[in-house]
């Protein structure tokens, strides 16, 4: 249960970000209102049996890293090299590229918090990261050479499993930074990056740590990507650039992309004494699920829900609603006008990062929680892209006999939805994100005051 | 193919784990130990047989990696072994 009094703030943050050098970049993007997606080569690659080719990926070159080849397979990065020296060979061997992100996104985060080589080290501080899918990349390689061409279980070498297990991320920063405190992982959908950062603002919180390095990483996968292809919810037909339009009356997708969102999460106390930048405190964290036993509808019900228990912990008065708005026909409006029936048609404005960069799976939550922090630090609202044309009737959903929601048609929110970075006073930012199963998580983060 | 010969190839192979200290492959003789001497991680051994089975042409038992001892003659003792069972 929370200790009375305790507090946890967020120290510093860090990560990989489509087509950005680093957090700065990502955050001057987004106040740009510059989208981060793009034409993905090695979608093109598989022609007709590839339905949706754009998304906000990365490479390994943009990340400064350099594949090592196993000699048996082309496909397989036996290892990876940093050209930049950032993380030392012995975890490179055992990390798939998410993790590798991982590792850089703690070391960034560290360094911005300022801990000190004990304090990172202690029994107090632990590591909660997520990713949303398993190692495909590594594994796909590693059961092609067995199955298909009769190999050797070895011969894909000794790491598939340290490269592939569920809370691989977690396992390769612990043994990168050697912190003492917990090590896991939660798994949460298109909900894991919030959810691994609330839960280890719980545990922080109740009093069980005092430090956290937490998020969710997506490393780059055409593995990850045609899974959702073949669920045909991926985007098509636009441009790159306008391919993810939540809230747009021509939306027919969301658009898959990969990344990183790491942040240092720390006792508000402890960082305030010894002087350090303090980005956000937050207010609450809470998750529910729909428990009306469909894996992918959302629910007005269940955000409903959502909204009371965050309320239930912390005073919920957001001047931005970061939403999961991910660009797809059903999602967009019944997160709409949930957040417009808690919170009433004035007084804030919402944030759809995911119009800039797209849906990066596991990575969605933390990444997007550190837009809301750039947000907070920068007093500005990043811009809903490609929101141009929003619906003047309601929703067939709005119709329906049981339907309890506003009967508004989206277009009446307008005002809610910037198309261009605005500037105004932001004290608190609520953020939401769902995941399949109907999961659903939301936190609220303050400035400093 | 002569144990010197041998020795050279594996050191090449060697040279290709990026998890060794490149420093410490100078001096590498067949008393060489893997673990002790060049700092490798027990997990690398596994990969260092591999990368041999694909350098010398050979493909060792389960039994001859279970029992593989950690020092450089050891590996060529192994090879030269399997090339022998062709």
Wanted: proline share 3%; aromatic share 8%.
């Amino acid at each position: 249960m929370p200790v009375a009094g305790r507090k946890v703030a967020v120290v510093g943050m860090g990560g990989a970000f489509p087509t950005c050098t680093g957090v700065a970049d990502f955050g001057e993007k987004l106040f740009a209102g510059k989208s981060m997606i793009r034409s993905w080569d090695k979608a093109l690659a598989y022609g007709k049996q590839i339905r949706s080719t754009v998304a906000g990926f990365i490479t390994e070159e943009e990340m400064d890293l350099e594949a090592v080849y196993n000699v048996a397979s082309a496909e397989y990065p036996e290892t990876y090299i940093d050209k930049k020296g950032r993380i030392p060979d012995i975890n490179l061997a055992t990390a798939d590229m998410g993790s590798i992100w991982a590792m850089i996104g703690a070391k960034e985060s560290i360094e911005m918090a300022g801990w000190t080589e004990a304090e990172t080290r202690s029994e107090g501080t632990g590591v909660v990261i997520g990713s949303g899918g398993a190692g495909h990349v590594i594994l796909r390689n590693a059961w092609h050479g067995f199955f298909q061409e009769g190999r050797k279980s070895r011969a894909a070498g000794s790491h598939t499993v340290d490269r592939a297990m569920v809370y691989r991320d977690a396992a390769n920063v612990s043994c990168y930074i050697k912190n003492r405190g917990v090590c896991e992982s939660i798994g949460s959908a298109c909900a894991t990056g919030l959810g691994n950062i609330g839960y280890a603002y719980r545990l922080i919180k109740f009093g069980l740590q005092d430090r956290a390095i937490c998020g969710g990483v997506e490393g780059t996968s055409l593995e990850t990507f045609i899974g959702f292809d073949g669920m045909q919810v991926l985007s098509k037909g636009f441009a790159p650039e306008e391919s993810s339009r939540p809230f747009d009356l021509q939306r027919n997708g969301f658009v898959c992309s990969f990344g990183g969102g790491i942040v240092a999460l720390e006792e508000y106390e402890m960082a305030k004494a010894r002087g350090a930048h303090i980005y956000g405190v937050i207010d609450e964290y809470f998750n529910n699920s729909d428990g009306d036993g469909d894996m992918f509808a959302p629910s007005f019900a269940g955000q409903h829900r959502l909204w009371a228990g965050l309320a239930e912990g912390a005073r919920i008065k957001p001047d931005v609603v970061k939403v999961h708005g991910t660009s797809t026909p059903i999602g967009d409006i019944i997160e709409l006008l949930c957040v417009t029936d808690v919170l009433g048609e004035e007084g804030y404005h919402v944030s759809a990062p995911k119009s800039q960069f797209g849906h990066m799976l596991g990575a969605a939550g933390s990444v997007e929680f550190i837009a809301a922090l750039l947000m907070l630090e920068n007093q500005k609202v990043s811009p809903c892209l490609n929101s141009s044309t929003l619906n003047t009737e309601p929703e067939a959903f709005q119709l329906k006999e049981g339907w309890t929601g506003p009967v508004k048609p989206v277009s009446e929110y307008r005002h809610l939805l910037p198309q261009e970075t605005i500037e105004k006073e932001i004290n608190q930012i609520v953020c939401l994100n769902y995941g399949f199963g109907g999961t659903n998580s939301a936190i609220a983060v303050s400035r400093d005051v | 193919m002569d144990r010197k010969e041998i020795l050279e190839g594996l050191i090449e192979v060697l040279k290709t784990i990026r998890t060794i200290d490149p420093a410490k492959l100078e001096n590498v003789t067949e008393e060489t130990d893997f673990l002790a001497d060049m700092n490798a991680p027990s997990t690398e051994l596994i990969n260092i047989a591999v990368k041999v089975e694909q350098k010398f042409d050979v493909e060792f038992e389960d039994d001859d990696i279970d029992n593989l001892g950690s020092k450089v003659k050891d590996v060529i003792d192994l090879i030269i072994l399997a090339k022998e069972r062709g």
